[in-house]
């Protein structure tokens, strides 16, 4: 099967960045499609709420070319925050199964292969927006590999639809995909931490807090993740589960 989701990418960008700090369970979302489609946009918005969004020192915006053992570090760094990861179609490696399992499930990979124990603090919990012009499962593929259905699960892939638009308004949606990248280069790193202060500051026990956050998730699960009824494309086939970490059952931990 191939798990595939009908999400708003416009609404996505958002609810994801703001998911981690209720410690939800660990996974991620990627953004696919052609290029010119407003992804790279989209993750930058993404990338704002917690930080600078660029690939600069001290970003919070990471690019797939980097090693496994690159990625795993800059993991441990957003850990219970969020990471942006541009362009899928960069990565060099050829275990790109793995290093997306060791990601969405917080585990290094190395951990992974044998039976040692995780080490406090050595581990991570993500829920991260990737892009790429290809689907998750088609980029392992393509790479000779074998995508497992437990890490389908944790990575949902969302494709980004081509909209139907007139010459006039392409201009006007490249503008306006301009001035949102001028605008997260100059304002970031404000709405995360006003979130979880705002949210703190609402509820006096964390009983309460869970309480509000169970159903929280059960609307995203309700209204935001929609299943395929009638598949389009061998590649586009119903989705059989939704992200771990937006489960109505799991609750908070």
Known sequence: PSYHSKCDPEELKTDSAFGMPLNVEGGGFHLYGETSRGKTTKLLLYASIWGRPDLNAGGFLA????????????????????????????????????????????????????????????????????????????????????????MMVRIISVPVPVPEQEPEDMERGRQTAEAIKALCSRCYGTAGPAFVEKLTGLFSTRKQLDRYLKLLFKLIYQRRLRLDDEPKSHLDKPEKSVPRGLSPKRGIH
């Open 63 to 150: 690019s797939w070319s980097a090693t496994a053992n690159g990625l795993e570090a800059r993991a441990k760094l957003h850990n219970h925050v969020g990471l942006a990861l541009d362009e899928l179609g960069t990565f060099k490696g050829s275990d790109l199964d793995a290093t997306t399992y060791s990601l969405a499930d917080g585990v290094p990979k190395s951990r992974m292969l044998s039976n040692a124990s995780l080490q406090a603090g050595s581990g991570w919990k993500l829920l991260f927006l990737s892009t790429g012009e290809l689907s998750l499962r088609q980029k392992i593929e393509e790479n000779s590999g074998t995508p497992r259905e437990g």
